[in-house]
């Protein structure tokens, strides 16, 4: 059986994070990928937004233990490879959403994989990948 794909932007982990409602449909996909009944993944840049907006909101300390934590999540932090950035250019400049957004989205295109996420920015993209709203 073809396990199941997600790729997280950062709203979805923010949102884990916070205990916001949203976050229970995240445990749930966390679960999955524990149970090795899915496939979880973050591009690095994603991450390097979810640390940089913990460290504005609450400091740098918790930001390195945000950091620690996914660290032992069971998701696939992605390196940034030319092609991703390329793609993530390319989707840029033809959509209206964050550069680090755009990395999402050519993650989720590489991976055939929905974005989860309650960010509206991605009803702009839904002609380019799904997007699993939270």
């Known amino acids: 059986m073809k396990k199941l794909r997600f790729v997280l932007d950062s709203?979805?982990?923010l949102a884990y994070f916070q205990a916001e409602p949203a976050a229970l449909r995240v445990k749930?996909?966390?679960?999955?990928a524990r149970n090795e009944d899915a496939v979880v993944f973050l591009s690095l840049i994603n991450l390097?937004?979810?640390i940089y907006?913990?460290?504005r909101k609450l400091g740098r300390d918790i930001s390195q233990g945000i950091l620690h934590d996914v660290s032992s999540l069971p998701i696939q932090v992605t390196e940034v490879t030319m092609d991703r950035?390329?793609?993530?250019?390319?989707i840029k400049a033809r959509f209206p959403i964050s550069y680090a957004d755009a990395f999402a989205v050519a993650l989720a295109q590489e991976t055939a994989a929905p974005v989860v996420t309650g960010d509206p920015e991605f009803k702009r993209v839904e002609?380019?990948?799904?997007?699993?709203w939270l």
Do not use: D, M, R
Not at 28 to 32: D, F, G
Not at 85 to 90: D, E, P, S
Not at 127 to 132: E, H, I, Q, R, T
């Open 48 to 50: 390097g937004e979810i």
């Open 127 to 132: 002609s380019l990948v799904g997007v699993l």
């Open 28 to 32: 749930e996909i966390l679960k999955q």
């Open 11 to 13: 709203f979805a982990l």
């Open 53 to 55: 907006t913990v460290e």
């Open 85 to 90: 950035v390329l793609a993530a250019a390319h």
